[in-house]
């Protein structure tokens, strides 16, 4: 009879192991690209419904509750006019009616299209180093960009600011 503990493992099965120093196999490309592509196709998805359903016309989204409420501007309102006139081709217009979500689209695109590139190389998510994500300074002046950018929104001087 055959002592299966002799038998080499598949790398792929739960459990595997590897002689000391060898690196696993990557990941098939469809697993890798999943996650991406995924992430794409819901946010196509939506921009498709925007574009078709013109959120500037009343009864089509619900109001922002802070503006319906207290009559000051979010960070986020007039995002989704800015998405309906990035999807008919109106840079302009889009600017006009949230320059900083607009601003996060395109930065979205460009952290989503590393995202891609690095899972058709099979290169890891992040190198070790950062494993943690963004340092804590990022985060709270990407904080102190949102809440100067709401201030500004709601006083007289930045009114060019409000959708």
Request: charged share 10%.
């Amino acid at each position: 009879m055959r002592d299966h503990a002799s038998r080499p493992r598949d790398p792929g099965a739960p459990g595997a192991t590897l002689p000391a120093g060898q690196p696993l196999p990557p990941e098939p490309l469809a697993h890798r690209l999943a996650a991406p592509l995924g992430v794409a196709a819901a946010l196509a998805a939506a921009a498709v419904y925007i574009a078709a359903v013109d959120p500037n016309e009343p009864g089509h989204y619900p109001a922002c509750p802070l503006l319906r409420h207290t009559g000051l501007y979010c960070p986020g309102c007039g995002g989704l006019r800015g998405v309906h006139a990035l999807a008919h081709g109106d840079l302009a217009t889009a600017l006009g009616a949230n320059a900083l979500a607009v601003a996060g689209y395109a930065a979205f695109a460009v952290f989503w299209a590393g995202w891609l590139v690095r899972a058709l190389r099979a290169a890891p998510a992040a190198p070790a180093a950062s494993a943690r994500g963004p340092r804590p300074g990022l985060w709270w002046a990407l904080g102190g960009l949102v809440l100067l950018f709401t201030v500004v929104r709601n006083l007289p001087f930045g009114s060019a600011l409000i959708p």
